[in-house]
């Protein structure tokens, strides 16, 4: 038999080296730039691609061509999330430990589908969740040394998903994995919870309309009163109540739902609490903040990301169960391939059933080592630090008659308008995220067009907030045909 | 107002550049070592974590700290992927262009859930994913410039359900999403089609009871006369077949299902086709491989890994769909605060709504790294090399006469035995792997207990795999007492 062909040319550890540190430099040098670029990319749908060969390359080019062409042909087309600038939706915060965390995961090349497959990316996993147990003051129930136990899921999306297929096959007495939707269930939550609420009643078969979205109080909380009204309202209809999120910190406003009375009619239907903590959660490391737990000990599942406002990139979700048995029993397989000595004698965790995908990689690594490198006390200054700058930013729009608060500040998210004036509201979002300065988001809050101001990227401090308002009052006058 | 409390201490260019080379370094010394590591960890539950802290540092750490404790603590809990001697379950083959694509992508911070959330992350990922189509020579329809379209998955099992819920959408003229589960819906797979077909079914609310698994024929491919058997019946039954999965390459034997077909029963009874080609559809870069594209026109979805064998690493599936509608209809929600003039303009893809999650890494950084690197051409010649291989690898199995094939190889994947002793193959295996010197997996074929040895890593060549062959023979003439 003939020899095999030869293997293809791979970098060699001298061009891999030269190549990694190109590519380090080139992210140094980003950041050094990016707070100088348009925050929001100014191309049309099919500019980037329109820049880009219509056909891959049939021999291989060299690092140095591939690098090249990132800042002319990939960075024009970049939303910069990683902006001092950046005070849209929430923020992705990454940071220099987190991105080697992803490095050496990459390079790794871990699958800790099982712990037979990677026992230390299964094991680094569970210690960092428990750790954080601990640095945000959790319930110790969400320990993975116990019944319940934590896991890293790609989002709170993927979270939400789980926690309420777990608590399907709950209130299925475990048939629902093999037999179906039981019949008559309905789940709660308000209607300023997240999309992925629907998402994920749509993907489990049960359907959004058995979603009931519980009115609001006037700061953007579930109305506890109008929940106890609707379970009853179920029940006297024959239905099932299975399951309730509330939220400690809505996408629009970040309001914090009353967790505790929510668990206590939870509880009272028998039904699961999951609590979705998606950026708020990470307050929970200063002792001052912990107010954002409220209610947690009722709690069945708990999500909160990393990947929002604790310097660690995406996709980092924690997400905690109070009892590991219902998420389990919906989510195990075991097929002959993936059978072996410590799955069977059940003293390993196999993370592949606590979520949807089988291949899971080595996430923990980004979060030990953002959890070594800044210490609880460095995170804590972190969180601090935001918050103070979202106070003060909350007295200079409370102070400014063009502009109103439409929604109380609870921790680093800012919710104003023009007042008494949508329409210029909206001109203004357009003006400010197109002039490139800065870049916010909006929302609508009862009936208001609403500018959405979230403070947390890695590297915004003082003079990026008081510049973007700057900047906003500006541009307010300047729409509004006065002068600033 | 007091000024706000000091951002914490981020590392200073400098350091992040120093850390950033010493894992450069550290990645290139364990590609040097990794080929003389024990494949397999020698670990017990609770290893790893033992020799970690309880509890997360208070005061922040030096990188050098954190880097000199990985080949000490991490590195005896792994389990080397990586190693050119690692021929078990599938090769999660990395490479050096796509390790430094997933660290550009943690750098840059990119999120895209929107279009308008980070055009460069969405359109860069619809032209690499067309890019895919023309190399690998797959319909024409499947382009994302047109009805159909390309995303990255992080799984073929999220591939699998992404794929069952839009099929479950047009099964139910678009109601599932807002009213739940149509009744009497049941889908079809061979018995030896992926463990993520039961998890979908369950997660969907379906159920496993209603997932067929159609027997197999002699050659480990689904029966097609008993696939339009059990279709019969079950529409005389009252029900109705609306999902069929055909598995080109399956995870025991790597059988590839006569996908035309299956589609052709498919399309009688008005059911999606889903072609699953997880590890086998790269193959399809080299023309003389294209069988395993055979069928595929009558596809309506279709996902393959090159997180398995194309270079990538972890996590990259390329799911594909012939018309992106029923899809778009299953997974779509659009809240107000994701609202934007792209999104409903109609002119841009937001792949949130490709995918369970919202949120999305910057993924085709990796895989547009590595077609570059390589070159359409580097890239068949990487199959090529292992197929011959494996060839090899073949022929030397069938002259030994200790040994057996239990399934025949259609390409990477070689199944085998000790002849008629199923306690000394498994005795084998457990040899082999505590031996680590190589690792393989092992399944049941037929009863078998069969070993399975597949080809596929960066860095494998014909060295590491006669001696694997080598070293297996002797451990099994050792365990039988036999001089080898």
Redesign the interface.
Known sequence: ???????????S?E???R???A??????D???RVAELPVM?R???????AG?PA???????S?D??LAD?APL??????H??SPNFFG?FP?????????G??????????GML???????T??E???LD??V??LDLPARFRTDGQGGGVIQ??A??AT?CAL?AA?ERASAWQ??????PASLVAYCSADA???L??AM?????????LRKIATDGAQRLDVAALAQALDEDVAAGLRPFFVCATVGT??ALAIDPVAAIGTLAARHGAWLHVDAAMAGSAALCPELRFVNDGLEQADSYCFNP?KWLLT???CDCFYVADREPLLR??S??????RNA?SD?G??IDYRDWQ????R?FRAL?L??V?????????R??V??HL??A??LE?LIVADEAFELLAPRTLNLLCFACRDDDALSRALLERVNAEGRLFI????IDGRYCL?LCIGQ??T??SHVLAAWQHIRAARAALSGESS
Chains 1, 2 share one sequence.
């Open positions: 038999m003939a020899a095999a062909p030869n293997p293809p040319r791979h970098l550890d061009e891999f080296r190549a990694g540190y590519l380090i430099d080139w992210l140094i980003y950041r050094a990319p191309v049309a749908p099919g500019d980037i691609r880009l056909a891959p390359p049939q021999a291989g080019e690092f061509a591939i990132l990939i960075e024009p087309g970049l939303m999330w990683q939706y992705a915060n990454a940071s220099p430990p987190a991105i080697l992803e490095l050496l995961s990459a390079g790794l090349g871990q699958q712990w037979q497959t990677s026992p230390a990316c094991e680094l569970s210690l960092v750790w954080l601990s640095a790609d989002s999306s993927s998903l297929l399907r629902a994995r093999d037999d179906g939707n997240h999309s992925s629907d998402k749509s993907i489990a078969g049960l359907g959004r309309a058995r996408t629009a990947h990139n995406f996709d919906a989510l397989v075991m097929p002959e391939y993936l410590a004698s003293a390993a949807i995908p089988l291949g990689r980004k030990w080592f959890l070594r490198s800044y210490g609880i006390e460095g995170l200054q972190f601090r630090h103070a700058l106070a003060e007295a988001s909006h929302t609508v959405r890695t590297y401090t003082r």
